[in-house]
Nanobody
């Protein structure tokens, strides 16, 4: 029973862009009290952390996506986004959204994932 719902994945050419969305309307607390993250898992690989936004809006990214990916949130709409530009073959993976309450880490939620495939 996923509380988060990712969408926006699909097939994109190398160098192209996608914006992933994460609907967090199913959680009971505000995104302003949350640490939000995106992870991805490529075939045959472990799940990899990609991007994070703290409660103050500060962001951090894995080195391989810096300058290409941007995490953002809209607390009023309870939406989380990942803008993905200059996509590469290596970005192909299932992408997952994660929301964790800042002061109650047991309140941690995941979505079902959305597939991103980068191919000519």
């Amino acid at each position: 029973q996923a509380r988060l719902v990712e969408s926006g994945g699909g097939l994109v050419q190398p160098g192209g862009s996608l914006r992933l969305s994460c609907d967090a309307s199913g959680i009971s607390f505000s995104l302003s009290l949350s640490i939000i993250s995106w992870y991805r898992q490529a075939p045959g690989k472990q799940r990899e952390w990609v991007a994070k936004m703290a409660t103050d809006g500060k962001t951090n990214y894995v080195e391989s996506v810096k300058g290409r990916f941007t995490i953002s949130r809209d607390s009023a709409k309870k939406m989380v986004y990942l803008q993905m530009d200059s996509l590469q073959f290596e970005d192909t993976a299932v992408y997952y959204c994660n929301v964790v309450h800042r002061f109650e880490s047991r309140l941690s939620y995941w979505g079902q994932g959305t597939q991103v495939t980068v191919s000519p």
